[in-house]
């Protein structure tokens, strides 16, 4: 440590690590602190570009039609739905089931890969959050509006209702309540607290009253001392290691509303672990779908980089290998206990009446991530772009797959039955993408997509040992 | 009035982490107690050259954490064995593993409200005002600046002393910031 007066380097040497060793730095052409703040905050502060209103006046009616046919439902009851005996759970589980997971790879990236040190998560945390938050909240209508009289809702709180009696906690959907609610809670916590240093970026950058004003106020008076540093990065790793199980549980939790039944192809262990997969693999895709466009319409190629892209699909392609070997061990179990209840749902499922929607599932699921192997596909952002899509619609394959399919033929076959979906499920399933697609984008225009302190911490220059943190060259490392 | 005006403390601006770390260490060194680091994002090493003990928030979040469990586990054990107990298909009234997912959910929610509200409470934020966010300079504490302040209400406070300290270990801009 040097004791005399601190002069700035004013050219740095930066002693080249063998290039074997060479990583591709997180933030491109070292780009300092304040260039992210500009080039973040840029985006929030600009003009509202044509791209945004074209997109918010496609999502906004969109989302209103959802609104307009849930009233509909409400109003009229679920028989304007397709379900009917034998197949109850249909579009509105699947739809319910499928948000839900791809919440999941928002908790990973911001929780999962914090905790194991992955630096490159800092870039695309915090629009995977927002991705979360959205997808639980279009998650969170299904159950509530398909139990059919809405107004009975409150009996999944644990109130006693007229006569007294509690909610019943032997059963899963109770679980479910409790893991959905806590999910939800718990990622907007560790969202807003991601946000708080960010808000006073923009509190201090505001140039009128009212941002300064609203900025301010939820930046809680943030100053950046290093005393709350300390405190603050205590309670995000506290957050991140409670988010870890939380995730691993929630999906786990859904399943058992499966697993716990007694119906075959819901019946079985692997559940809770496949389901978990099979949610990240399809958050992924969804994360995806979603930077790719942005990070080129918002000129953040810089921030999100080609290796956070290359990153980002080899745990899809991960995530998508292990769903193929569920899918494999499903079939050898059916085969190999000896049920043949169990054997006849999955040969059922693979060569019956839905084969069609089977084979969707396998290819967009096992087959088409195997691509990602190859670093030409990765590297080919229209092929990515491309690929994310079908893996979600892989995905909603697999929940409507495990869910219609194996209601309609279950023990006895005069309890048979098809499903066929009404105009009211499909055009109520388009209008939660509505709902979705308008609460991200409002999230883009007022808040920073990207945790731009995160981001500077993980750069350079924020590194005091680091000769562009102002170490001196020849510094300890 | 700057006659009138009460001091908050003195202000200094630094170039870099590395400057500003190796700042902090001589203010710590000079055995101030009422003072801080501003910077745009937790640098690591702060802790240790500010010679600050761990964080504190782990035990609000266990409290928390440790409150959720028990209430999950004795409300379903009050509602569905005590109060109002209904036999479903031939099952214990009461069983912990059935009352295990919901008490676990309720750890991680009140464990994380205990983390959160527990930084807040170390930190004794929300706070509307603070005399550092009128400065003009210091708005950058959040772009790209690295400050170091040390409060009037110091015991070993005196302005020349600190002054001179700042200045050499560093500092730039080395201003008193007024409440």
């Known amino acids: 440590m040097a004791d005399t007066a601190y002069t ?59 609104f307009s046919l849930i009233a509909y439902l409400i109003g009229t009851g679920v028989g304007v739905w397709g379900n009917m005996h034998p197949v109850m759970w249909a579009w509105d589980i699947t739809n319910f089931v499928w948000w839900i997971g791809i919440g999941h790879a928002g908790t990973l990236i911001s929780a999962i890969l914090f905790l ?92 009128t009253q009212i941002r300064k004003f609203l900025y301010g106020l939820f930046a809680l008076g943030w100053t950046g001392s290093n005393r709350h540093w300390s405190n603050y990065e205590k309670a995000y790793l506290i957050l991140a290691g409670l988010s870890t199980p939380l995730v691993l549980s929630v999906h786990s939790i859904v399943s058992l509303d499966f697993s716990v039944s007694q119906l075959p192809g819901w019946h079985t262990t692997i559940f809770p672990p496949y389901f978990v997969a099979g949610a990240i693999f ?13 990070r080129k319409v918002c000129k953040l190629e810089e921030v999100i980089t080609m290796r956070h892209i290359d990153l980002m699909c080899k745990v899809t392609l991960a995530t998508g290998s292990i769903v193929g070997y569920a899918y494999g061990m499903e079939f050898f179990i059916a085969w190999y206990s000896g049920n043949p209840y169990e054997r006849f749902t999955f040969l059922n499922r693979a060569f019956g009446p839905y084969w069609w929607a089977y084979w969707t599932m396998i290819s967009c699921n096992v087959f088409i ?11 080919n952002l229209v092929i990515v772009f491309i690929l994310s899509i079908l893996v979600n619609i892989g995905m909603w394959f697999e929940r409507f797959v495990i869910i219609a399919t194996s209601l309609t033929r279950e023990f006895l076959p005069s309890n048979w039955g098809m499903y066929h979906p009404t105009w009211v499920d499909i055009l109520t399933y388009v209008g939660t993408f509505g709902l979705f697609c308008t609460f991200f984008l409002l999230f883009l225009r007022f808040l920073p997509m990207i945790a731009v302190s995160e981001v500077k911490g993980v750069t350079p220059q924020a590194d005091p040992h680091h000769p562009l943190g102002g170490a001196r060259e020849g510094g300890h490392h | 009035m700057p006659q009138t005006a009460i001091q908050y403390g003195i202000l200094a601006e630094f170039d870099s982490t590395a400057a500003a770390l190796h700042a902090a260490e001589k203010v710590r060194d000079a055995g101030f107690r009422r003072w801080d680091v501003f910077t745009p994002f937790p640098v690591h090493g702060m802790d240790r050259a500010m010679g600050l003990k761990n964080s504190k928030v782990g035990w609000f979040s266990f409290l928390g954490g440790v409150t959720g469990y028990t209430s999950g586990m004795l409300m379903i054990w009050y509602m569905n064995a005590f109060d109002y107990a209904i036999p ?84 730039r801009h080395v201003e008193v910031v007024e409440e």
């Not at chain 1, 991530?369 to 590297?379: S, V």
């Not at chain 2, 966010?133 to 009037?152: N, Q």
């Not at chain 2, 020349?160 to 560093?170: F, Q, Y």
């Open chain 1, 8 to 66: 700035g380097p004013s050219a740095v040497k930066l002693a080249e690590p063998p290039a074997e060793l060479a990583r591709e730095p997180l933030v491109l052409n070292q780009r300092s602190p304040g260039w992210l703040s500009d080039t973040v905050a840029g985006v929030v502060e600009a003009k509202t570009p044509l791209w945004w209103w074209i997109s918010f006046g496609i999502s906004f009616p969109t989302m209103i039609m959802c």
């Open chain 1, 282 to 294: 399809s958050g992924f895709g969804m994360v995806l779908t979603l930077l790719l466009p942005l």
């Open chain 1, 116 to 207: 194991l040190r992955q630096r490159w998560r800092t870039s695309i945390n915090r629009a995977a959050e927002a991705m979360t938050i959205f997808a639980v909240m279009c998650a969170g209508i299904y159950p509530l509006i398909h139990i059919g009289r809405v107004w009975y809702g409150w009996w999944l709180l644990p109130l006693p209702n007229a006569n007294s009696i509690w909610p019943q906690f032997r059963s899963p959907l109770m679980w479910d309540v409790f893991a959905v609610s806590t999910y939800f809670t718990v990622s907007v916590l560790f969202w807003y607290v991601g946000l708080i240093p960010d808000l006073a970026v923009m509190r201090d950058r505001a140039k």
């Open chain 1, 369 to 379: 991530p195997q691509l990602f192997w190859f670093k030409a596909i990765r590297t």
């Open chain 2, 88 to 171: 479903v298909g031939g099952k214990p009234m009461f069983s912990p593993f059935y009352a295990f997912p919901p008490s676990y959910e309720l750890t991680i929610l009140l464990g994380s409200f205990g983390a959160i509200l527990g930084m807040l409470f170390l930190n004794r934020l929300p706070r509307l005002h603070h005399p550092l966010l009128k400065h003009r300079r210091f708005a950058r504490v959040t772009h790209d600046g690295f400050f170091i302040v040390i409060e009037a209400s110091d015991p070993k406070y005196s302005e020349v002393d600190a002054r001179k300290l700042l200045e050499s270990a560093g500092g």
